[in-house]
């Protein structure tokens, strides 16, 4: 969780970062930052205790981890600025990736290791809320994909397969943290909430000039 957490910045500043500069904010985050909030929600800190914290509750992590990269990586495209050619006379302008299909794996990749992301987070296969778990996981993930596809649409009159798969990605990180304890419509709820979510806050990076290659900002953040 730590290395994902870490892992998460990498998107938001791509093609503009150092190797040094990367080294050096995953040993920020993975030494000081997750320790410190990982404490707040699941070390008894501050944020789960009643009434300060409001007994904050995060199953496996859309604060802790997701949230806290998401968060990182913003911090570290606003400090960069834009890539070269991103913005012309103050308009964005779509510097596409060069494989969809590649993409598109990843994402499925993603999907895959979810269930061991979520799932696994009850430390025992035996439990039967480990089926809840994955029920839910996958249906906010569906929700989320279809809310960003038809969304996009709508805008832009076009099947948006890019801001699909991200809808994906933040269905998924909306449902990490109620997974064990809500009910199957309520993730579906929740993945089209998460997926309208994303796409709003691309468009208002993109509006403020601050440049998210792969949208880890909007899907984490």
Known sequence: FCATAATIVSGAVAERLKFKAYLIYSVGVSAIIYPIYGHWIWGGGWLSQLPLGMGALDFAG??????????????????LGPRFGRYVKGKAKAIPGHSITLAALGTFILVFGWYGFNAGSTLDAHHLRIAVIAVNTTLAAAAGALSALLISQWKTKKWDIGMSLNGVLAGLVAITAPCAWVEGWAAIIIGLIAGGLMYASVKFLEAKGIDDPVGSVSVHG
Do not use: D
Request: proline letters at 0%.
């Open 62 to 79: 859309s604060g802790v981890v997701h949230a806290l990269g998401g968060f990182v990586g913003l911090a570290g495209a606003i400090v």
